[in-house]
């Protein structure tokens, strides 16, 4: 037995803002490390823990193929004994590929093609037949029973329903020794020089031999060799026609429809899967969406004439060969490039889309003769098609599909498989509709199917089905229960993905694991935490060690063992406070203790906000899964969209109103999912969409260049007397541009050298010590500081020094309001955690100028927050609110949800048991709701409010 140490210690952690820490984590336990946003909590689990984890295991690769997997930098600690095999499940690791699906990732998919192989029964697509399969002593049994005492003749296809005069083909089948042919269901001989019509279809068959079937004893060898020649020819199908008849009978080695013929090859798992070629749609490539032009795009003003700008894609008018075609065109259609195109032919407008080639004479007046003119042109339409199917240049393809629109493939309907592969079912379902079903409702189809499969095919599939419900089980346990196996993976949010490695992490059923979590708990309503705490403790019974990055009030009451790091945030922040069981972790007195005994609270607000009386009314909302909602949103309120995870919150709100609004004030392109009317528009002025899409990943991206604060701050000095002198614009003072750049490590203050066999080590650029910008341009100061001095400072302390410049002193004081006065201007994105990533977008948005009518739309602002962060967020976003303007949050924190002023609960359930309105009001009016699971969370906190307020008094 092994005997495993009993923690893991972690000694002297340095990386980023951590403060040189010891720490003790037990092993096999459930521990979660929490804090403020920004005080290093990812900084141990992941940036430590797990990089080291992960470099030890990269450590035991042979030297050659370390090179190719390029090194990992080993973190700044000191040591870490008891480590075991780390596997790290973040918010960032789903595939943002088109053909990745649920079903894929979580490998469901795989057992599913592999049952379908083997276990399913075919159809026809032609007639809906069960198809048959036959042996060549099946087919000889048949034959001599089915036509004995008749004249018969063994028929090979060859050509079926195809166009073409196939002298070749005739030719080469008289090489072979035949001299019969049946074209059309007629029997002919083959002559010299023989062919068919080519522009008409055709069905071709080889008389492989013609026969009476009686008792000679010659006919039982002679009908095996026509049978297996006939199957040579034939591709694994021949055609019996009795003499006489006009209907042959088919037979075939492969399945095969009795009546029509079709036939498929023998299933295999490739058969049923849209990567492959075997099975994907040839149409969409296995996408399920084709790219159409949308003449609408090409055309979007048809008041304007060609010449000036009418058709989009080409502009306006200039001498180029397309032009002239179009003049070509006008001449023989007889308009003019200035005529409004609405007023241009049909028959033109088609030409110029789809092409032409056609020769025409026109008589000139003048002249008095003839003059020939000659179209060919390829049509602006299929130009766009062939730029986007075949253009190596990414930029060339976005062109392209600016003029397109996204449409379900109509070969497939969206389920991605070829015609063949759907006919394949089991129980009456083929895998696509099986994919379709929310995971509960597949659930419950394999937990009968058992009982419904017969002799050998319940023998087949008795292992796969098993293998099926156990993954099935894992993602119920987890709250996926209203996904499908058909959702892309890149319409899955943070929380769901996370949820989904977590469940295919739980299926592997490894032992003596390292697991490391990033708050699983996002987009998880309080009503499934105890599921999700259930499976996590589920993996540390089984012998692995948990830890769990986490500010969620259950998952620290649950834990073994709890540290809090902080006090603060970044460079304050990287200490440990406490840590302990839970219970002991109430006793520190520190900002997490106090929020979870209610020492600190985010209070509830005393009054509610009436609002303008004005609304914006959303009617007859039918996307995904929604019933045909109405839904008012009345303006001048935080209105609060709840709901349990899938119920359809997301598509009412960034599918279905979003899209609408922002076309209607910006002109946006994004198609809204369907809708029957809205009204109150013109009660705001302007929507703003803050969504969970992470800020600029690379080095080069930081709070400044994304906040565009860094801009006006070029710009300032620029302005500077010395550099007005000195001729310097503001792309002097960009690190990303040659000019003012330090060009030995061009910009980036670190330059990379290259180990062989061992990590790349960065080192401060020995030229400008860090400072990214060459000497001359740091020779410019501004209040005696230079542009590299102000990257360096902190927002608190830019707030101060810049308080004299409004423009750049209002972007600023935003970034602090949202609690971030701690990172500094320069900060690199990819150094920035989750919650200060969210922020500082959050940031970006608030700093634009609010017309006191705008309409906000945050989805799960609170992502990575502390409760203390939640706090100043919740400040923020009131005083907004009481300007006048309207906020929309899309969230399932309930210290959010009891400050919003009107509650929109949409439910009851996830997926297809969602998509209605639950309940809508104030928190209060809500709270009454017998069916609403927020209900239920709210009435906790106003219990917890009115005992507060016992005690007081």
Request: charged share 25%.
């Amino acid at each position: 037995m092994i005997n495993y140490e009993e923690n893991i210690e972690v000694k002297g952690a340095r990386v980023h803002n951590l403060k040189n820490i010891d720490v003790t984590i037990p092993r096999e336990k459930l521990v979660v490390i929490t804090g403020l946003s920004g005080s290093g909590k990812s900084s141990l689990a992941f940036d430590t823990i797990y990089a080291e984890g992960q470099r030890r295991y990269i450590e035991t690769f042979a030297s050659y193929a370390r090179q190719f997997l390029g090194g990992l930098e080993r973190p700044d600690v000191d040591k870490i004994d008891g480590l075991s095999p780390v596997i790290a499940i973040e918010q960032k690791t789903t595939s943002k590929s088109p053909r990745s699906t649920v079903g894929t990732i979580t490998e469901v998919y795989d057992f599913l093609r592999l049952l379908f192989a083997r276990a399913s029964d075919a159809y026809s697509y032609n007639t809906g037949e069960k198809m048959v399969s036959y042996s060549d002593d099946k087919i000889k049994e048949l034959i001599n029973e089915s036509y004995f005492g008749k004249r018969i003749n063994i028929l090979a296809p060859v050509i079926k329903s195809r166009k073409g005069h196939y002298r070749e083909l005739f030719e080469q089948i008289g090489k072979q020794g035949f001299v019969k042919v049946r074209v059309d269901g007629n029997i002919m001989d083959i002559t010299k020089g023989m062919k068919v019509d080519r522009y008409k279809t055709h069905d071709i068959e080889i008389v492989i031999d013609r026969l009476k079937i009686d008792n000679n004893e010659n006919l039982n060898k002679r009908l095996s060799e026509s049978i297996n020649t006939a199957m040579y020819s034939g591709d694994n199908v021949l055609l019996v026609l009795e003499e006489g008849e006009s209907i042959p009978r088919y037979f075939s080695r492969d399945l095969m429809c009795p009546s029509t013929g079709i036939s498929y090859p023998t299933p295999e798992p490739n058969t049923f899967s849209f990567n492959s070629p075997k099975g994907m749609c040839k149409e969409c490539n296995g996408l399920g969406h084709v790219f159409e032009v949308n003449e609408n795009k090409i055309f979007p003003n048809k008041k304007l004439s060609i010449q000036s700008g009418g058709i989009a894609p080409l502009g306006e008018y200039k001498k180029s060969w397309a032009f002239k075609q179009l003049e070509t065109i006008a001449k023989r259609y007889e308009f003019d490039l200035t005529d409004a195109i609405k007023n241009i032919p049909d028959e033109a407008l088609k030409t110029i889309l789809y092409g032409g080639s056609e020769k025409f004479e026109i008589d000139s007046k003048t002249l008095g003769v003839k003059r020939s003119y000659h179209i060919d042109y390829e049509g602006i339409a299929n130009f766009i098609k062939n730029q986007y199917h075949q253009a190596t240049s990414s930029s060339i393809k976005r062109w392209a599909r600016d003029f397109m629109d996204k449409r379900t493939c109509p070969a497939c309907n969206g389920s991605r498989l070829k015609i063949e592969s759907l006919y394949y079912k089991i129980e009456d379902r083929n895998i696509a509709e099986l994919c379709e079903l929310d995971i509960s409702d597949l659930a419950r189809f394999f937990d009968q199917l058992d009982s419904k499969l017969e002799g050998n095919q319940r023998k087949i599939a008795e292992e796969i089905i098993k293998e099926i419900k156990s993954r099935l089980k894992f993602l119920l346990d987890v709250g996926l229960d209203y996904l499908s196996l058909n959702r892309s993976s890149k319409s899955l949010s943070g929380g769901e993905a996370q949820r989904i490695r977590l469940a295919t992490q739980i299926g592997s059923q490894l032992v003596g694991v390292l697991y490391i979590l990033d708050e699983p708990s996002i987009g998880l309503h309080q009503r499934d935490n105890n599921r999700l705490i259930k499976s996590l403790e589920s993996l540390r019974d089984i012998g692995n060690s948990v830890i769990v990055v986490e500010h969620d009030r259950d998952m620290i009451e649950n834990a073994d063992h709890v540290i809090d790091i902080g006090p603060y945030a970044g460079k304050h922040g990287g200490e440990i406070i406490s840590e302990g069981t839970p219970a002991e972790l109430i006793d520190q007195h520190t900002l997490t203790s106090q929020f979870i005994t209610g020492e600190k609270e985010i209070p509830i607000p005393e009054t509610r906000r009436k609002g303008n009386g004005k609304s914006i009314s959303l009617i007859g909302c039918t996307g995904n899964n929604l019933k045909n909602i109405s839904v008012e949103f009345p303006l001048g309120k935080m209105i609060a969209v709840t709901g349990v995870s899938g119920s359809g919150k997301s598509t009412l709100i960034n599918e279905t109103l979003y899209p609408i609004m922002n076309a209607h004030y910006f002109n946006g392109v994004k198609k809204p999912m369907p809708y029957t009317a809205i009204k109150g528009l013109e009660n705001i002025d302007k929507v703003i969409d803050i969504n969970q899409s992470p800020i600029g990943r690379t080095p080069r991206s930081n709070p400044a260049t994304y906040t565009g604060v860094f801009g006006e701050i070029r710009s300032l000095f620029a302005k500077t007397p010395e550099a007005a002198i000195r001729g310097y614009k503001p792309g002097r003072f960009s690190f990303n541009v040659k000019g003012g750049r330090c060009e030995t490590c061009q910009g980036g203050g670190l330059r990379i050298i290259e180990m062989n066999f061992l990590p790349d080590v960065y080192v401060e650029c020995e030229t400008c010590n860090g400072k990214r910008f060459n000497r001359e341009t740091l020779e410019i100061r501004y209040k005696g500081k230079s542009i590299a001095d102000i990257l360096e400072m902190t927002i608190d302390e830019a707030v101060i020094f810049f308080d004299q410049i409004p423009k750049i002193h209002r972007k600023l004081k935003t970034i602090q309001d949202v609690g971030l006065g701690y990172i500094s201007l320069g900060q690199q994105s990819t150094t920035l955690s989750g919650g200060e990533a969210q922020r500082v977008k959050l940031a970006t948005e608030l700093s634009k100028r609010d017309t006191g009518n705008t309409f906000y739309i945050l989805d799960e602002p609170t992502t990575g927050l502390h409760f203390e962060d939640i706090r100043v967020l919740m400040e923020v976003l009131n005083k907004l609110v009481n300007k006048g303007n309207t906020i929309v949050v899309i969230e399932h924190n309930m210290d959010v949800i009891k400050m919003a002023d009107y509650i929109i609960d949409i439910g009851y359930e996830g997926g297809r048991g969602g998509g209605m309105i639950v309940a809508a009001g104030s928190p209060e009016e809500v709270a009454k709701d017998d069916k609403s699971y927020t209900a239920f969370y709210l009435n906790k906190e106003f219990d917890l409010k009115n005992q507060k307020l016992e005690l007081r008094s």
